[in-house]
């Protein structure tokens, strides 16, 4: 009888273990990390995109004209 005690005590720790399990809470959280990451490098390119193609047009020139 008690080894059958032994058992279920074990079974019903090893659910419990599994119903308070905070994996899924931390991939929930590195997922939303990395999707603010990824919209904060969108908004950066859209803000910072033309400054950017025209800073590296005129370096392109600049650079065409050493030769």
Known sequence: M???MVSML???AGVKDKLTSEKG?????YSLLVGLIALGIVVGV?????ALN?????LGKTVAGWK
């Open 25 to 29: 809470a931390t991939a929930t959280e």
């Open 54 to 58: 025209t800073w590296f047009d005129s």
């Open 2 to 4: 008690t080894g059958l």
């Open 10 to 12: 074990a079974f019903v």
């Open 46 to 50: 859209g803000a910072f995109g033309t």
